[in-house]
């Protein structure tokens, strides 16, 4: 999880202080998900699904409502995606230098149902799920039930943000450390 230290400084006016911020996040969330995907792309059709085995990753964080502000005003109001209404997210993408690219999400709801308002009560601000672009959600999530005998938290690929097609798979490190991984569909 990032430390507050590392959230502020995304807020910061300075941007290389926001740029070393989202680095130190982004590489923090590759270490995550790192152990588990390396395992997925020995299957060589999982392998071809990921961008023949290079694939685009997002680290994706949530913040409480204030810090989503504060965030979005210092990276210069960049556009708010298109979320499904039925999901409880506000959200918008950050990119960087060498490929770090990061997706802060808060609630809609705060103290709701929802999954971010859940997130946030549980474990405060800090890396939430780990984004996976592939050709094909509906053929990876048949491959990760088949052949690593993984559950989809959704029974069908659903909607995302931007038009998108998205799944989640609540994925177990080596460690026993869980990671939610979300596989993206553009």
Same mark, same amino acid.
């Given at each position: 999880m990032p430390d507050d230290s590392l959230i502020l400084k995304l807020a910061s006016a300075g941007p290389s202080a926001r740029e070393s911020a989202a680095a130190e996040i982004f590489a923090r969330g590759r270490a995550l998900a790192e152990p588990i995907v390396a395992?997925? &792309?020995? #299957?060589? #059709?999982?392998?071809?699904?990921?961008? @023949? $085995?290079?694939?685009?990753? *997002?680290? $994706? +964080?949530?913040?409480f409502p204030e810090t989503f502000g504060e965030i979005r005003a210092a990276n210069g109001n960049p556009r708010l995606a298109d979320v499904p209404? /039925?999901? /409880?997210? =506000?959200?918008?993408?950050?990119h960087?230098?060498?490929?770090?690219?990061?997706?802060?999400? !808060? *609630?809609? *709801?705060?103290?709701?149902? $929802?999954?971010?308002?859940?997130?946030l009560e549980?474990? $405060? %601000?800090? =890396?939430?799920?780990?984004?996976? /672009?592939?050709?094909?959600? #509906? %053929?990876? @999530? %048949? =491959?990760?039930?088949?052949?690593?005998? &993984?559950?989809?938290?959704?029974?069908? !690929?659903?909607s995302g943000a931007d038009? *998108?097609?998205?799944?989640? +798979?609540?994925?177990?490190r080596p460690d026993g450390r869980k990671v939610l991984i979300e596989l993206v569909e553009k």
């Open positions: 395992d997925w &792309l020995k #299957d060589s #059709d999982l392998h071809a699904n990921f961008n @023949a $085995g290079n694939p685009q990753m *997002t680290v $994706g +964080f949530a913040v209404p /039925d999901q /409880d997210a =506000i959200e918008f993408e950050l960087f230098a060498g490929g770090v690219q990061i997706d802060v999400l !808060t *609630t809609k *709801t705060p103290g709701g149902p $929802g999954a971010i308002a859940r997130f549980k474990f $405060g %601000e800090g =890396i939430q799920q780990i984004e996976f /672009d592939v050709k094909s959600v #509906d %053929e990876a @999530a %048949e =491959i990760l039930r088949s052949r690593f005998n &993984l559950a989809a938290l959704y029974p069908a !690929t659903r038009g *998108t097609r998205v799944n989640f +798979f609540l994925a177990s």
